[in-house]
């Protein structure tokens, strides 16, 4: 897409954001979460060693503040005009404030919004520490929590994030590939984990060049490489997460093989269980009912469903066969800027699904030393139903 069309979708995002301000009744708010920066600017420094923010008024000014560090990168990937700087670099920021805040609390006065403010803030995200050094910096203002906002807004992805998931789940299916074929070979758990991401590196290079395969840093670090893959077989399953192991994948195991990746901040997801035969009988009992909580849940999937309803039917299904007392938590979540975000899956969610909402949708079970079962796929939903995004086979995986 041109850059052009990705700057007017910024600024429709930017606008969307803005009505609920003044809905809100707020003079300005301040976001500063990378992934939420780059949602509103179309800026990523990938290293979060100082922090990048939007400051957008109600009035419709919109500014980036980053460090004097980032000028030259976010000027060429930045699709907010007006950008403040912090600190000195080289020869930027030569006047500019030492510290963030004081660029924030000066830009504000450039809008001539001083006094009894209403400001809205990341509750989730700004440090303790920093707000009260701006809570000392404007005493008489009052701060208010936009979490909810941001969360909307961001469930809903346009045609541009659509695209950047296609590309990452595609990248997504080749790693899954490459991964399954290793587990035949009955390698370690690392040698299937590395066989995937150099698999994903390559289509990386010769199918998306003109893509950055990039997360989200902290403050101590940068993601500049979001191809990931690990490999838990037999009962390091119950980890749920951890790094692979030099454990060699055997016979009568269940390996799981979780693929995330992200093209330029967005993520794709793709695990699969692939059974070692032979397997015992409770294995492939439980296998086969995932498969089934699958295949009904599955069928919910349109807009105007409540999401509860999804989990509840797969839920049902597993306690008829006898698992209701290691049932999941969810069964799924969104895929977006960020690897889990909302929605959730789960029992108590009344949200409803809308067209444009990308999830991960993965029933699962846990079976202590037998391992356990689990497929994701990264689904979108559309007015009809949902499309899959990842195209791994979804049956019985058998090797």
């Not at 993520?267 to 409770?282: D, G, K, Y």
């Not at 995932?290 to 295949?295: D, T, V």
């Not at 202590?368 to 979108?380: E, N, P, V, Y």
Request: proline share 4%.
């Amino acid at each position: 897409m041109l850059q052009n069309d990705q700057n007017n979708i910024c600024r429709l995002r930017i606008s969307r954001i803005q009505a609920r301000v003044k809905k809100e009744k707020l003079d300005a708010i301040i976001i500063i979460k990378p992934q939420n920066v780059y949602y509103l600017s179309g800026f990523n420094p990938i290293i979060q060693s100082h922090p990048s923010s939007v400051l957008l008024s109600s009035h419709g000014e919109a500014f980036l503040i980053i460090h004097s560090l980032r000028f030259i990168h976010a000027k060429k990937e930045a699709f907010i005009d007006e950008i403040r700087l912090f600190g000195k670099w080289g020869k930027y920021g030569e006047n500019a404030p030492k510290d963030f805040l004081t660029t924030v609390t000066k830009t504000l006065q450039e809008l001539s919004l001083s006094g009894q403010l209403r400001i809205g803030l990341e509750f989730s995200y700004f440090p303790f520490s920093l707000f009260l050094k701006f809570k000392s910096l404007l005493p008489d203002t009052e701060f208010l929590d936009i979490d909810a906002i941001i969360r909307e807004e961001r469930m809903i992805k346009d045609e541009i994030e659509i695209g950047y998931i296609k590309d990452a789940a595609c990248i997504a299916d080749a790693g899954m590939k490459a991964a399954i074929d290793f587990v035949r070979k009955r390698k370690t758990e690392i040698e299937v984990s590395v066989k995937a991401m150099i698999k994903m590196k390559n289509v990386w290079k010769n199918k998306f060049p003109n893509r950055e395969a990039v997360d989200f840093g902290t403050s101590e670090g940068g993601v500049f490489n979001a191809l990931w893959a690990y490999c838990l077989s037999g009962p390091r399953m119950n980890l749920m997460c951890d790094s692979p192991s030099s454990r060699s994948i055997k016979k009568g195991d269940l390996v799981l093989v979780v693929i995330w990746t992200a093209i330029n901040g967005y993520h794709a997801e793709n695990e699969r269980t692939i059974a070692v035969a032979p397997i015992e009988l409770e294995q492939e009992k439980a296998y086969n009912v995932i498969l089934r909580a699958r295949s009904e849940a599955i069928k919910e999937i349109r807009p105007g469903i409540p999401i509860s309803k999804i989990y509840n039917v797969a839920a049902a299904i597993m306690r008829e066969e006898g698992y209701g007392d290691i049932l999941p938590g969810r069964i799924g979540h969104g895929l977006g800027l960020g690897a889990h975000e909302a929605p959730s899956i789960s029992s108590d969610n009344s949200c409803l699904l809308k067209e444009g909402m990308v999830l991960s949708f993965e029933p699962a079970l846990r079976l202590g030393q037998l391992g356990g079962i689990q497929h994701s796929d990264t689904i979108l939903v559309n007015s009809n139903g949902f499309d899959y995004l990842t195209h791994t086979a979804r049956g019985f995986l058998n090797v």
